[in-house]
């Protein structure tokens, strides 16, 4: 059984149609490779509701093992998506979050002022990335070898963690 994953862009520009979602587009590239099926995309702007509904709309709806965000990670006033997740999420992953942070910040000190947040809503893994392309793999490599396992724990998986 394949997993099934939702890809939400967050971006105004994007949302208005003014600038190429290559970032969303690089996560269904990713996910593809390795079997997992994006099965929803969408390009919102930085409105902390619509993140919200549709964080909420994705998971509750049960059908997505895997929810990631890009984009509105940061520090401008308009960056909330990382409010919005942590609005919905009932817990916070912060390992996910922090070993993103932690890789990134030997390509650019600017990975020190993201935001991004990680965590469970009802049986979905929803993770927040930032919104540069390169930003998006460079993060995505750190996460993928442990995605599986924390989607199998998340579903009730009860077998033992040892590696």
């Not at 862009?9 to 208005?16: E, L, Y």
Request: aromatic share 2%; proline share 5%.
């Amino acid at each position: 059984m394949g997993l099934q994953a939702a890809v939400i862009t967050v971006s105004d520009k994007g949302a208005r149609g003014e600038r190429e979602d290559l970032s969303g587009q690089a996560i269904i590239e990713i996910l593809g490779e390795i079997g997992i099926e994006v099965s929803e995309y969408r390009v919102i702007p930085d409105e902390e509701e619509k993140i919200k509904e549709l964080l909420l709309e994705f998971a509750d709806r049960g059908n997505h093992e895997l929810i990631i965000t890009t984009g509105g990670t940061g520090v401008s006033p308009r960056d909330v998506t990382p409010d919005a997740t942590l609005k919905v999420i009932e817990k916070e992953i912060p390992g996910i979050a922090e070993a993103m942070r932690h890789a990134s910040i030997t390509i650019t000190p600017h990975a020190m002022i993201s935001r991004a947040v990680a965590g469970i809503r009802k049986r979905s893994l929803i993770i927040n990335l930032p919104g540069s392309p390169r930003a998006v793999r460079d993060n995505l490599s750190v996460v993928l070898p442990a995605l599986r396992h924390a989607i199998e724990k998340i579903k009730g998986d009860q077998s033992d963690c040892a590696v």
